[in-house]
T-cell receptor, first 110, second 113 residues
Framework: SQQGEEDPQALSIQEGENATMNCSYKTSINNLQWYRQNSGRGLVHLIL?????REKHSGRLRVTLDTSKKSSSLLITASRAADTASYFCATAGNTGKLIFGQGTTLQVKP | DADVTQTPRNRITKTGKRIMLECSQTKGHDRMYWYRQDPGLGLRLIYY???????NKGEISDGYSVSRQAQAKFSLSLESAIPNQTALYFCATSPGPLLETQYFGPGTRLLVL
């Protein structure tokens, strides 16, 4: 069963706009990670946020984590056509495994 | 990521055939994973290995087996392929012991006829 549920499943925006994706999970975590996947390719790690952190930034990416609500959000600012991809959240608990959500497909129109 | 390679990249096989997907890594990581990806279902864990002598079943191990031949190599076998095993298969590695970033291979696209 999936730990992470992502919302929305698909998102289409214009270049320059911000894109926000949300992830909810069910059980306690050690950290939550976001990955990006270009069509049919391997996933690439974007950012990791630990359970004791509330916000983290990396370039145009901003991730928030609310452990009381068991949710996280990924914000991509000033989006570019090259940001078009699928984005997955993944949670890490005490089992030594990552559990992935179903992903959000982002299309950025030039 | 060229540090994690998968062969073959694409494979077409017939129902009932045995096939092997191979994964090699030069990252020196102890932990390796096999996932399958189906449209709309995200990634699901098939098997994982924390070191050469440690093999664990994941969420969907039925119909699959693995072999960890060395720290750098982790193979996935489909003993008797069936059409619903048609999917995109990914190998990944991560450094232990704390679960941090996973590094993915480019994937193997498998079609079972």
């Amino acid at each position: 069963s999936q730990q992470g549920e992502e919302d929305p499943q698909a998102l289409s925006i214009q270049e320059g706009e911000n894109a926000t994706m949300n992830c909810s999970y069910k059980t306690s975590i050690n950290n939550l990670q976001w990955y990006r996947q270009n069509s049919g390719r391997g996933l690439v790690h974007l950012i990791l946020i630990r359970s004791n952190e509330r916000e983290k930034h990396s370039g145009r990416l901003r991730v928030t984590l609310d452990t009381s609500k068991k949710s996280s959000s990924l914000l991509i600012t000033a989006s570019r056509a090259a940001d078009t991809a699928s984005y997955f959240c993944a949670t890490a608990g005490n089992t030594g495994k990552l559990i992935f959500g179903q992903g959000t497909t982002l299309q950025v129109k030039p | 990521d060229a540090d994690v390679t998968q062969t073959p990249r694409n494979r077409i096989t017939k129902t009932g055939k045995r096939i092997m997907l191979e994964c090699s890594q030069t990252k020196g990581h102890d932990r390796m994973y096999w996932y399958r990806q189906d449209p709309g279902l995200g990634l699901r864990l098939i098997y994982y290995s924390f070191d050469v002598k440690d093999i664990n079943k994941g969420e969907i191990s039925d119909g699959y087996s693995v072999s960890r031949q060395a720290q750098a190599k982790f193979s996935l076998s489909l003993e008797s392929a069936i059409p619903n095993q048609t999917a995109l298969y990914f190998c990944a590695t991560s450094p232990g012991p704390l679960l941090e970033t996973q590094y993915f291979g480019p994937g193997t696209r498998l079609l079972v006829l």
